[in-house]
């Protein structure tokens, strides 16, 4: 189905919902707080996931420019020494990009099982590597990212500067997604899903257009990674192991792809589900999400966005 | 010491290991189109059901030939009844959707049962080594070798063989065939395609099944070894090709012998080498060495 | 070579639009096009005739690139373009509309249209601006209007009915602006009262724009109606080619299109 056009109340509802997060902090505890910038970060990935799914293509490899983000982050604050949000950002995202931008090339041409396969082992590639290369990165016990700095000042409470950093990023990131998914290359991602053929007899290319929302998926997922490295505070292998990237498909599907906020709101329901479920039930929280995710795939192909605007359009 | 002879022999008995599982993968992609993340849980609960099975019914020394039976009627176990229920319940409804959906619906089905595994049989690892130790040690080429490795070579290979008959000997394996090759056109014919679906699916869990079963006694059996042999197969059957059994074999072979040759020569590259095959054979052949591929028409 | 068949009050001498020399297309034994010549020149409207089977669709898809002749040329303004994919022949001025409408099934008329336009405005890596931005939707206005298709802008094109399908697939064609227009029977499956009026406004805007179009059709009344020359296929060849009232009054075109004796 076409995706809703952007409701005119969403800006305005944007605007609130950010204010509303911004003052929660005041609110809650430090722990609640930091799932929720936790959260945000790993929904600017799965943004990244919902660009291709529009396209018609699941990438069960994304976790590779998470971990590539993160890493970067990694690398600086622990083998350099440089802890500046202001140089990782940036660096981490410009990384992933050129990473997605080489990768994207040979991707492109693939559609379906294939490119979710082929996404899987580039993933899995850089996961054995970071592995068992013990030296480079770390192996198994990862790299610690401390030194956290922000203009070159350390904050006092450096978990709630980082809260409004992933706050105003992923704002940035959710109003290029929504430019994205506005934007012809965004509507012409959709119709690859659609026609290919049609495509070429209009004189564009459904790989360019593949290519070019790689490359921006890819960015964005980076920027998430490195949000999370330094969240977190550590960086570990298991970022870019399949289930990681079975995550973010999983929330992007949960969330449909109807809206830039839809993996948002479900990147914040996954993160307190398995926060609480792992808490209270920890042998149960896997099934809870399977069935969830079939409950979507059999019964609301369009996830839990498509759910909210179908109850909002009911009143005619 | 040489190593010719451990690389052949660990490289072979991996690439048995794997093609149990792989196996069953592309069997089932090639009849339902649908690429089934769940098999590494249904790998596990094999192992898991057979571990039960001997500890339950072989006593504490666990002797004997015994414990194979048990293990092989635990694969079946499993193949006669978590098969047809999973194809029934869960993938019947998504057949002729995107090819996605199945992938999505197996992923779903895979959180589902790696949590039923836990709840039904804890998270403390199970240890039955009496088949191990059946087979004792094993002289190659002047090298010692654990024994039971070559049993699973043997199970693979029987396990092939038989494939090979039931597809190519039997009237289900020529109606499979003929749903492989052309899922609608099988119909027209009068093939009962549902009940095909059922049997391929049972089939295929079974032979996930009987990886885990026999693979039980060489490994503790705990949660979430299954998620790591699934990606493992995944590599092994896009090397393959989708959908083809003999695509399989070679590809565990391959990724048998190069994982071996890692391990003796470059140990850091033991799993990158994997992967990274399966890159290369993926941009090469996006349909792997024996798979097909489909063209579209206007 | 120019075409003998040109308007009066043109140039008699113009180079060919298109040259299909000696084209072939084989699929295993069977020649779907066999040792085809053809050569269309500049602003003429020729209808395309021939059951079923007989070639003609795949001729489209060779002339567009869809297909590889087996052996042949084809040549647009003076420019080989054998071996050229669709993209390409698009680019350089050819669009084409399908016997079976190829649109974007999920999205709406609207976003079809504008997906098209965006695409013909070199804004296919577009990643900033809106595609719904004022100018393009004026045009794309414009467009449902001339087709008829303004009231179904909002409708889901799997929701259309065939018709208005077909119609659709014909306006991203003609969106394109194209030197040359191809279109694979543009009025099956339309209504007997829509089809008359979609042709009688679509064909004076082509002759206007000097849009050289070839048209494949199985109704004669459209075929006499809108175009000048007509070229008869059978078994892969063509076995006619000339004004379109000699060409149907002939037996042999009459024998293998409407199976007369």
Redesign the interface.
């Known amino acids: 189905m076409s995706e809703p056009e952007t409701h005119p109340s969403l800006p305005l509802a944007a605007i609130v919902a950010f204010a509303v997060i911004a003052i929660l902090p005041l609110f809650l505890s430090d722990w609640i707080t930091f799932l929720i910038a936790l959260a945000l970060a790993k929904g600017a990935v799965v943004l990244g996931v919902v660009l291709l799914l529009r396209g018609g293509l699941i990438s069960f490899g994304h976790a590779l420019y998470f971990a590539i983000g993160a890493y970067a982050v990694g690398f600086l604050t622990n083998r350099f020494g440089i802890g500046e949000a202001l140089v990782g950002l940036p660096l981490a995202t410009i990384i992933s990009a050129l990473v997605a931008a080489a990768l994207g090339l040979l991707l492109m041409r693939f559609r379906g099982i294939y490119f979710a396969m082929l996404s899987l082992a580039l993933s899995m590639i850089l996961y054995t590597v970071l592995i068992k290369f013990y030296d480079f990165s770390g192996g198994t016990d990862g790299l610690s990212v401390r030194g956290f700095t922000l203009a070159g000042a350390a904050p006092a409470h450096p978990g709630l500067v980082q809260y409004y950093l992933v706050l105003v990023l992923t704002a940035a990131v959710v109003y290029v997604g929504a430019r994205f998914l506005a934007s012809p290359l965004g509507y012409l991602m959709q119709a690859v899903r659609y026609n290919e053929i049609r495509i070429e007899y209009l004189g564009a290319s459904a790989s360019h257009a593949i290519l070019g929302s790689y490359v921006v998926s890819g960015a964005i997922s980076g920027l998430g990674g490195a949000l999370v490295a330094y969240l977190v505070g550590h960086v570990s292998p298991e970022l870019a192991f399949w289930v990681s990237s079975g995550d973010f498909v999983f929330v992007a599907v949960l969330g449909g792809t109807g809206s830039v906020f839809a993996p948002l709101i479900g990147s914040i329901a996954f993160e307190f589900v398995k926060n609480y479920a792992l808490k209270f039930s920890p042998n149960t929280w896997q099934l809870t999400l399977g069935v969830f995710l079939l409950v979507v795939i059999y019964f609301q192909p369009q996830g839990l966005w498509g759910l909210l605007t179908r109850l909002r359009a009911r009143p005619r | 010491m040489n190593i010719l002879p451990i690389i052949l022999i660990d490289g072979i008995t991996f690439a048995s290991w794997l093609f149990l599982v792989s196996a069953g993968i592309t069997f089932i992609f090639g009849v339902l189109r649908i690429l089934n993340v769940a098999h590494g849980s249904l790998y596990a609960i094999g192992a898991y059901l057979g571990a039960t099975f001997i500890l339950q019914f072989a006593g504490r020394e666990q002797h004997g030939w015994i414990t194979l039976l048990l293990l092989l009627l635990a694969a079946t176990v499993v193949g006669l009844t978590l098969g047809p229920l999973i194809e029934r319940l869960f993938l019947r409804r998504v057949y002729g959707e995107d090819e996605v959906i199945g992938l999505l619906t197996t992923f779903a089905l895979f959180l589902i049962l790696e949590d039923v595994v836990r709840l039904i049989w804890g998270i403390e690892p199970y240890l039955v080594e009496g088949p191990f130790r059946l087979f004792g040690r094993v002289r190659v080429a002047g090298i010692a070798f654990a024994g039971y490795p070559f049993l699973l070579t043997i199970v693979a290979i029987l396990a092939g063989l038989l494939l090979w008959f039931v597809i190519h000997h039997t009237s289900f394996g020529r109606e499979v065939t003929c749903v492989i090759n052309d899922r609608e056109m099988a119909g027209a014919l009068g093939i009962n395609v549902p009940r095909i679906d059922l049997m391929a699916f049972a089939l295929g869990t079974f032979l996930a099944a009987l990886g885990g079963a026999f693979t039980a006694p060489m490994m503790s059996v705990e949660p979430g070894m299954g998620v790591s042999v699934i990606v493992l197969a995944f590599a092994v059957v896009g090397i393959g090709g989708l959908g083809s059994i003999g695509g399989a074999a070679l590809g565990c072979i391959i990724v048998g012998i190069a994982r071996a040759s890692a391990v003796q020569l470059f140990p850091e590259i033991e799993l990158f080498v994997i992967y990274a095959l399966m890159v290369a054979v993926l941009l090469w052949r996006p349909q792997g060495l024996f798979g097909a591929i489909e063209l579209r028409k206007i | 070579m120019g075409s003998p068949y040109a308007l009066a009050g043109q140039a008699t001498v113009t180079a060919a639009m298109i040259d299909v020399q000696n084209v072939s297309r084989a699929f295993g034994m069977l020649r779907a096009v066999d040792d085809v010549s053809l050569s269309v020149g500049e602003g003429e409207t020729v209808g395309i005739i021939g059951t079923n089977g007989s070639g003609k669709t795949t001729l489209l898809?060779l002339i567009?690139g869809?297909l590889q002749p087996t052996s042949g040329r084809i040549v647009f303004q003076g420019t080989d373009i054998t071996g050229l994919?669709?993209?390409r022949v698009?680019?350089l001025g050819m669009?084409?509309s399908?016997q079976?409408p190829?649109?974007?099934?999920?999205?709406?008329v609207l976003?079809n249209i504008?997906?098209?336009i965006?695409?013909?405005s070199g804004?296919?890596?577009?990643?900033?601006?809106?595609?719904?931005r004022s100018d393009c939707v004026t045009k794309a206005d414009e467009l449902l209007a001339l087709f008829g298709l303004r009231d179904q802008a909002a409708a889901?094109v799997s929701d259309l009915p065939e018709g208005g399908r077909k119609v659709l697939d014909v306006a991203?064609?003609v969106i394109?602006e194209p030197k040359v227009l191809l279109m694979d029977e543009p009025t099956s499956g339309v209504s007997a009262r829509d089809k008359f009026s979609v042709m009688d406004t679509l064909m004076p805007a082509l002759k206007r724009g000097r849009v050289t179009t070839i048209f494949v059709e199985h109704d004669l009344d459209i075929m006499e109606r809108y175009a000048e020359r007509a070229v008869a296929f059978d078994g892969g060849k063509i076995i006619a080619d000339g004004p379109v009232a000699d060409v149907l009054a002939r037996p042999e075109v009459r024998r293998a299109v409407l199976g007369e004796s």
Do not use: K, V
């Open positions: 898809n567009t869809y994919g669709p993209r698009t680019a669009a084409r399908f079976i190829q649109l974007y099934t999920g999205l709406t976003d504008l997906i098209a965006a695409a013909h804004r296919s890596a577009d990643f900033w601006t809106p595609m719904y889901t991203l064609s394109l």
